[in-house]
């Protein structure tokens, strides 16, 4: 009698497991997709340079190729367009929304954008610091850095925001606009980067998964594409977010 009571509260469980699964496959979909996969990546792209200082065999080739296609104009171009990545366009992009969900109150949208953005500038200046990255110096850079490299700051601020926007914009006619535009801006940032000789390329990819990891995750806790909150759904499960 109690095997077989066992037997059938084990499959009540499984029953109950796979209803949990077809019902929130979307938002167990995108846990996946869009925080571990993205945070496991960070974490190989870390470990390995914290293990081995002189970074991966294929970031100096990549490096060499991009600085190939080198000249006076390219330089002026990259000088410029790689301010956008942080103060002039980064910045201005989150307090101009950041100011327009003030007005609206929308307080829950105004507390994910502000969270996800100071929390990726904690995540990247910790990580300068304890993985202690020297940049690369294979040539002399119009725009020379020196403090630490991985990940890269550029790229970090640059996806998060991207990231958030989409999040925010989730579902409406805006969204695909900004997730076009917004990939082109961030492989853009990510392009001066190496182009500057500033960063190499596990930098780069190192600070889109860290971004990408940390704007998802922040967005299954915070709900931001939320009604306003009530009784019920400040009870509800952190996992039904966006894709309910």
Same mark, same amino acid.
């Given at each position: 009698?109690?095997?077989?009571?066992?037997?059938?509260?084990?499959?009540?469980?499984?029953?109950?497991?796979?209803?949990?699964?077809?019902?929130?496959?979307?938002?167990?979909?995108?846990?996946?997709?869009?925080?571990?996969?993205?945070?496991?990546?960070?974490?190989?792209?870390?470990?390995?340079?914290?293990?081995?200082?002189?970074?991966?065999?294929?970031?100096?080739?990549?490096?060499?190729?991009? &600085?190939?296609?080198? +000249?006076?104009? !390219?330089? @002026?171009?990259? #000088?410029? %367009? $790689?301010?956008?990545?942080?103060?002039?366009?980064?910045?201005?992009?989150?307090?101009?929304?950041?100011?327009?969900?003030?007005?609206?109150?929308?307080?829950?949208?105004?507390?994910?954008?502000?969270?996800?953005?100071?929390?990726?500038?904690?995540?990247?200046?910790?990580?300068?610091?304890?993985?202690?990255?020297?940049?690369?110096?294979?040539?002399?850079?119009?725009?020379?850095?020196?403090?630490?490299?991985?990940?890269?700051? &550029?790229?970090?601020? +640059?996806?998060? !925001?991207? @990231?958030?926007? #989409?999040? %925010? $914009?989730?579902?409406?006619?805006?969204?695909?606009?900004?997730?076009?535009?917004?990939?082109?801006?961030?492989?853009?940032?990510?392009?001066?980067?190496?182009?500057?000789?500033?960063?190499?390329?596990?930098?780069?990819?190192?600070?889109?998964?860290?971004?990408?990891?940390?704007?998802?995750?922040?967005?299954?806790?915070?709900?931001?594409?939320?009604?306003?909150?009530?009784?019920?759904?400040?009870?509800?499960?952190?996992?039904?977010?966006?894709?309910?």
């Amino acid at each position: 009698m109690f095997k077989f009571d066992l037997w059938t509260l084990f499959q009540s469980f499984l029953t109950f497991l796979q209803k949990l699964i077809v019902a929130h496959w979307r938002s167990l979909l995108l846990l996946l997709l869009g925080v571990y996969l993205p945070f496991q990546g960070f974490g190989e792209l870390a470990e390995e340079v914290w293990e081995n200082e002189g970074g991966f065999p294929w970031d100096v080739p990549i490096l060499l190729a991009i &600085h190939l296609t080198a +000249s006076p104009q !390219l330089d @002026a171009f990259a #000088v410029t %367009l $790689t301010k956008f990545g942080v103060f002039w366009g980064v910045f201005p992009i989150a307090i101009v929304v950041g100011l327009m969900l003030l007005l609206r109150s929308q307080w829950r949208s105004l507390t994910y954008l502000v969270v996800t953005l100071l929390g990726s500038i904690v995540i990247n200046r910790t990580a300068k610091v304890l993985l202690h990255r020297v940049r690369p110096h294979l040539w002399e850079s119009p725009t020379p850095e020196l403090d630490f490299g991985f990940p890269s700051g &550029h790229a970090m601020s +640059s996806m998060t !925001l991207v @990231a958030v926007l #989409v999040i %925010l $914009t989730w579902g409406s006619r805006w969204c695909w606009m900004i997730l076009v535009f917004g990939s082109v801006f961030v492989v853009a940032i990510g392009w001066t980067r190496l182009y500057l000789g500033v960063h190499y390329p596990s930098d780069i990819l190192a600070g889109w998964m860290a971004s990408i990891a940390w704007a998802v995750g922040v967005s299954l806790l915070l709900r931001p594409n939320s009604p306003k909150p009530n009784a019920e759904s400040e009870v509800a499960s952190p996992v039904e977010s966006l894709t309910e």
